[in-house]
C-alpha cells in the first residue's frame, strides 16, 4: 500500500466517522474482536481493517494497544453497571433490587467472559476501583463499584459505620465475583437458579 492509497482510506472516513464517532466504533469492534478472543489476540491494525480506516486513523485516537485496552475497560465497567441498574430497576429496588444487581453481574461474567476478565484485571489501575476507601482517581471512578457501595449503605443497618460498610461492600462483591469466576472456570454449573439462591443468602450487617 502506497502512502498515498493510506491517505485515500483517511480521507474515505472522515464523511462516516468525525469527531468522537470513530472513537466509539473503534471501541466496538475491540468488543467484537474481545468475543472472538482474549485481550492478548487484539491489534489495532486488525480494528483498523474491521472499521474501514487506515492504521494512522486509530493512532490518533488511541497511542497504542494499552490505550485502547483500558478503554474497553471502561466500557466493560459501564455495561456491567448499567445491566446492574436495569436488574435492580426490575425488582422494584430494595433488598430484591440488590440481589438483581448480584445476579447481574454474575450474568453479565457469564455472558461476556473476555469482557468481564479483561474488565476486572484493568479496573484497579484504570480508576481505582480495588479501594473501597477511594472508588475512583483521575476524576474517573467505576461505575461498578460506585454503585455497589451505594447498594450497601442503602441496605446497611442505620448505625453501620463507614469501616462496617467497606466491609459489607467487600463481602458482597467477593461473593458475586467469585461465583463468577467459580463457574467461568466450569468448576461450578452455570445455572440461574444457582445464582439466586446464593446470593440470597444474607451477608454480615446487612438487613434482611
Not at 189 to 195: E, H, N
Amino acid at each position: 500500500m502506497t502512502s498515498d492509497d493510506n491517505t485515500v482510506n483517511i480521507e474515505i472516513a472522515k464523511p462516516r466517522y468525525h469527531h468522537g464517532d470513530l472513537r466509539a466504533a473503534l471501541i466496538e469492534a475491540g468488543l467484537r474482536e474481545l468475543a472472538n478472543g482474549d485481550a492478548g489476540d487484539l491489534s489495532l491494525r486488525a480494528i483498523a481493517r474491521a472499521v474501514g480506516v487506515s492504521a494512522t486513523a486509530v493512532y490518533r485516537h488511541f497511542a497504542d494497544k494499552e490505550a485502547l485496552l483500558n478503554a474497553l475497560c471502561r466500557e466493560g465497567d459501564a455495561r456491567l453497571a448499567e445491566a446492574s441498574r436495569v436488574a435492580q430497576a426490575r425488582a422494584g429496588g430494595g433488598r430484591a433490587g440488590f440481589e438483581a444487581t448480584g445476579h447481574a453481574y454474575v450474568r453479565f461474567a457469564l455472558d461476556n467472559p473476555a469482557l468481564f476478565r479483561l474488565t476486572m484485571t484493568r479496573m484497579a489501575a484504570v480508576s481505582g476501583s480495588g479501594n473501597l476507601d477511594r472508588p475512583g482517581h483521575l476524576g474517573r471512578p467505576s461505575e461498578g463499584m460506585a454503585l455497589l457501595l451505594a447498594n450497601v449503605a442503602a441496605q446497611a443497618s442505620p448505625d453501620a459505620s463507614a469501616a462496617e460498610q467497606r466491609t459489607m461492600a467487600l463481602y458482597s462483591w467477593a461473593l458475586v465475583h467469585g461465583l463468577a469466576v467459580l463457574m467461568l472456570d466450569g468448576l461450578v454449573p452455570a445455572d440461574d437458579a444457582l445464582i439466586d439462591a446464593v446470593i440470597a443468602s444474607p451477608g454480615p450487617g446487612l438487613t434482611t
